[in-house]
């Protein structure tokens, strides 16, 4: 009995790891966020299968079934649109009850969303703290509020239709000149990094209709310098 996690591709299908397919073949069942994008992840590299629906709107129902199946003797999968699961995804929930059962869960390295902007961004990658999308009615102001004392650098999901209002807000709470990049539909053939300040990137979307899964990589509050390093830069 074991779980395994396996992340599949955000945008090329070629981002899929041998191991990846090694482990989807040889498994009894796959759990699918979305078992028609799944399909053709799994034709395109002649996986056969069962594929088993498993997303936010039916996993309460059917953790339990799941963690019986896996308590009888059998392997499964979790794989969710792109990306690993859990980050922002399904998944949670099944991982943590088969913890609690005793379950072998592993997960496989991979692609993600979120690793390539930041890296893409310029910005600092050695500190960094994973925000997700954020409220979209109830809490939402709050929660942009609490980014303005951040110091490390901040990663933010979006859909392409709220991509303005965000960028709107957070000018508001940390300034126009507040460095970020934006990055959307990584890895497919229409990949694009905008980088600059806040005022830069939100006209440069303005100006165009915005597309595809959006990643957010906001600057850290910059650090206060105290008159004396200031002296010391001037000299």
Known sequence: MKLYIVPTPVGNLGDMTFRAV??????????????????????HYGITTPLQ????????????????????????????????PCISDPGFLLVR????NN?????????????????DSGLPCDKFVFIGFLP????????????????????????????MKLLEELMEVLGEERQV??????????????????????????????????VVIVGGKPEQKNKEQENKEKE
């Open 22 to 43: 090694e482990v989807l073949r040889g498994v009894d069942f796959v759990l699918a966020e979305d078992t028609r994008t799944s399909r053709v992840v799994m034709q």
């Open 53 to 84: 629906p498993y997303h936010i709107f039916n996993e309460h129902q059917t953790l339990h079934s799941v963690i019986d199946r896996l308590l009888s003797g059998m392997t499964a999968a979790l794989v969710t649109d792109a990306g690993t």
């Open 97 to 100: 009850e088969a913890v609690k």
């Open 103 to 119: 379950i072998e869960v592993e997960t496989l390295p991979g692609a993600t969303a979120f690793v390539p902007a930041l890296v």
């Open 136 to 163: 979209h009615k109830k809490g939402r102001q709050t929660a942009v509020r609490q980014l303005a004392e951040e110091k490390r650098t901040m990663i933010l999901y979006e859909s392409p239709y709220r991509l």
């Open 181 to 214: 990049s934006v990055s959307r539909e990584i890895s497919k053939l229409h990949a694009e990094t905008a980088r600059g300040s806040l005022r830069e990137v939100h006209d440069h979307f303005g100006a165009k209709e915005v597309k595809g899964e959006i």
